[in-house]
């Protein structure tokens, strides 16, 4: 049953992203390579902000190795492939949100490892994070299904303003009901977390990204939205990919990410309904 949910969200993810595709142009992927301020204050935002506030708040709250460990993954992961999806929604800059996915995905081939490295002197021993474990996923479940997308854009545009609407709508239906199935199998595991400190750990960390993502955005709304959803966003499945392999006896990894993707989805809606106000206005 657990293979097969994960199928099923893995087949969502690729349905999304070659939905980005087929809306997308060269221009809108290449965005933040023609914009390189916006691109350095996004990754100090996500990859020098994030990690420091992790930092913090396991130097002030006394948490269980679990979600310290997870945390500080969830720390160095890069933005998930759904985001952008949700950025839209909420009033920001649909090139901005797609040249930051696949910039900041590819680019964090290079600096999750070191990252990585840098964190280790924090745990005392070795935090050890492949490149190959960031690239595949980056690879096959952003680059390769956006490129696929743009290139039946390019062929075909008529059949592919066609497909977008129903191929987003069976996406999503597919991802609520796969994670639904995870929330229900993890119940009882989730439940000790509400208590032992992590949920609010959890919750100042997706704020602070927030609040970081919204000031280093500079001064257009759009991009400051963008930017603030995308760092409070972090990548599960890596996040979860990076803490097993360097801890792979410890409990509670799985049930700790999940809680952070359900506290930043809850955390982030006041803000997007926010900015949906603030874009009208």
Avoid at 78 to 94: D, H, N, Q
Avoid at 175 to 181: D, H, M, P, R, W
Avoid at 197 to 225: D, N, Y
Wanted: proline share 6%; glycine share 8%.
């Amino acid at each position: 049953m657990r293979d097969l949910v994960m199928l099923g969200i893995q087949a969502s993810i690729l349905g999304t992203v070659f939905c980005y595709g087929l809306q997308a142009t060269l221009d809108d992927a290449l965005h933040l390579v023609r914009h390189r301020s916006l691109l350095l204050r996004s990754l100090i935002s996500m990859f020098v902000v994030m990690p420091a506030a992790a930092l913090v708040i396991l130097g002030v709250f006394d948490l269980p190795k679990a979600t310290a460990i997870v945390l500080v993954a969830l720390a160095i992961s890069p933005i998930p492939p759904m985001l952008p999806k949700k950025e839209r929604k909420a009033g920001g800059l649909a090139d901005y949100g797609l040249g930051l996915m696949l910039t900041v995905g590819l680019l964090a081939i290079v600096i999750v490892p070191l990252a990585g490295e840098l964190l280790a002197r924090y745990f005392g021993r070795p935090f050890h994070v492949a490149g190959g474990a960031i690239a595949k996923p980056v690879l096959m479940m952003i680059a390769a299904p956006l490129v696929l997308g743009m290139l039946a854009r390019a062929w075909k545009p008529e059949i592919a303003a066609r497909l977008v609407k129903p191929l987003l709508i069976a996406s999503t239906v597919l991802l609520v009901v796969c994670a639904l199935a995870i929330i229900v199998g993890m119940s009882h595991t989730l439940a000790p977390l509400i208590h032992d400190g992590t949920l609010w750990a959890m919750l100042l960390f997706a704020l602070i990204g927030l609040v970081s993502g919204h000031w280093l955005g500079g001064p257009i709304g759009e991009q400051r939205t963008v930017l603030a959803l995308s760092t409070a966003s972090r990548h599960p499945a890596i996040a979860l990919a990076i803490a097993k392999s360097n801890f792979p006896d410890e409990h509670f990894l799985a049930a700790t990410v999940v809680l952070y993707l359900l506290v930043v989805t809850v955390t982030v809606v006041p803000y997007v309904q926010w900015r949906k106000r603030a874009t009208r206005d």
